[in-house]
């Protein structure tokens, strides 16, 4: 079973505005975390923000903020006041139990949505 | 800057020629992974190190290997590339009880099969 889901393949956004990206996770777990990674063109995974499941407030990073929704499963990327820089495809990823039996992880990633930022 | 480097960032391999793609870091963090990632698709779990403890996924194909000589090098061994090989590789790295066990990402290396 899927366990991150981004619904929207592709989202075009307007220069200077403010986007929206969804993310949905399955888990069964009490502890996860979930990550958004931002992929240009070169192939680089560059991370952009962090949400664990216990904290209380919504993450941020400069422009990058985190709706996370926690009873809905969600974790919403929002981006403001978009750059043509921000143009890349967006990943949101879950950290998991690896399956060791250990307190080791791994990333589970969605399939991603392209971002395409107009002048 | 500590960063995760990846070498070659683009090898161009024959079907069936054995390859081999580099991966070091000088964030001197203990676990290494290495994905792979199909043109428009997620990045996939290959395997990954814990120290030395080496972590392979269940439908990880026998053709790729991996090792893991010290902390700062991870090698991806292709024995037999397949056209269907073709892909991005992406090495990344964490920290055991750091921060948010954050992964950091190389530039990836592409990966051509003729």
């Known amino acids: 079973a899927q366990k991150i889901t981004q619904t929207q393949p592709g989202m075009f956004v307007q220069e200077k505005e403010a986007v929206t990206l969804d993310c949905t996770y399955d888990t069964s777990d009490p502890s996860y975390g979930l990550f958004w990674y931002k992929q240009p063109s070169s192939g680089e995974m560059i991370f952009l923000i962090y949400?664990?499941?216990?904290?209380?407030q919504n993450a941020t990073e400069g422009r990058y903020s985190l709706n996370f929704q926690k009873a809905r499963k969600s974790a919403n990327l929002v981006i403001s006041a978009s750059q043509l820089g921000d143009s890349a495809m967006y990943f949101c990823a879950m950290r998991e139990p690896d399956g060791s039996g250990g307190s080791n992880y791994k990333l589970t990633f969605g399939k991603g949505t392209l971002l395409t930022v107009n002048p | 800057d500590a960063m995760v480097i990846q070498n070659p960032r683009y090898q161009v391999t024959q079907f069936g020629k054995p390859v081999t793609l580099s991966c070091s870091q000088t964030?001197?963090?203990?676990?290494m992974y290495w994905y792979q990632q199909k043109s428009s698709q997620a990045p996939k779990l290959l395997f990954h190190y814990y120290d030395k403890d080496f972590n392979n996924e269940a439908d990880t194909p026998d053709n790729f290997q991996s090792r893991r000589p010290n902390t700062s090098f991870c090698f991806l061994d292709i024995r037999s590339p397949g056209l269907g090989d073709a892909a991005m590789y992406l090495c990344a790295t964490s920290v055991t009880g750091g921060a948010m066990e954050t992964q950091y990402f190389g530039p990836g290396t592409r990966l051509l099969v003729l």
């Open positions: 964030l001197n963090h203990n676990v």
């Open positions: 949400q664990g499941s216990y904290d209380q």
